[in-house]
């Protein structure tokens, strides 16, 4: 459903949702916590950055930081800029004709799940998360 990569970029927004007011962490600090490659988190660290759900500091006592609060943050923010999940609205059989007035042979069965999978992402805040105590 998400990828390796997006659970990864959740379960670091959970770790910055704990951080004290002003605080930042460091790539490094995150990757540890997570269990996920320094390099690898870096990069995925500044995708959610330039998506607007994270600030950046450089030097000393740098890092990143979540933008806005956690409860204001949802998953489907998180994921869609590393899963474009927003996508998945065509056709699950790959029918380029399939619409409602003449669907495919799965095509409402599919448009319900995709419905409430989107709204489940859309609904979940990373504060939910961290108040469920997420862990690896």
């Not at 659970?7 to 997570?34: C, D, F, K, N």
């Not at 500091?57 to 740098?62: E, P």
């Amino acid at each position: 459903m998400i990828s390796k990569t997006g659970i990864h970029a959740a379960l670091a927004m959970t770790v910055m949702a704990q951080l004290e007011p002003g605080e930042y962490a460091g790539a490094s600090q995150i990757a540890r916590e997570i269990g996920a490659p320094q390099n690898y988190l870096g990069k995925l660290l500044n995708t959610l950055s330039n998506a607007g759900l994270l600030q950046s500091q450089k030097g000393f006592g740098g890092g990143f930081r979540l933008a806005k609060p956690a409860k204001k943050i949802s998953l489907f923010e998180v994921v869609e800029p590393i899963d474009r999940v927003s996508r998945w609205g065509g056709c699950f059989l790959g029918r380029h004709k399939c619409r409602e007035d003449n669907p495919c042979a799965v095509h409402h069965r599919w448009k319900k799940i995709r419905e409430e999978y989107l709204d489940f992402l859309r609904s979940t805040s990373i504060d939910d998360l961290v108040e469920k105590r997420v862990r690896l």
